[in-house]
């Protein structure tokens, strides 16, 4: 199975992903990942390059060495 990983900005884009898209790709075989950036606050959005530099490297840290324990 084909994994993707979607970083969003915010809790709207999401949740699209998880109801919206992930039916439609998981039929072609490709699984949808979506990982938040938001700031923590009701408005949504990420707060900074920095802040969301850090968390998208965070990210992908950890995703790589799911992927190498497998």
Known sequence: M???HIFC???TEET???????????ELGISLNA???SNGSQ???ISTYG???L?????????LLRGLQR
């Open 9 to 11: 900005e915010g809790a």
């Open 35 to 37: 990982i938040g950036l």
């Open 55 to 63: 968390k998208l490297k965070g990210s992908v840290k950890k995703t």
């Open 16 to 26: 699209f992903v998880k109801r919206v898209l992930f039916s439609y790709f998981i």
């Open 2 to 4: 084909i994994r993707v």
């Open 43 to 45: 408005k949504g959005g």
């Open 51 to 53: 802040k969301s530099n």
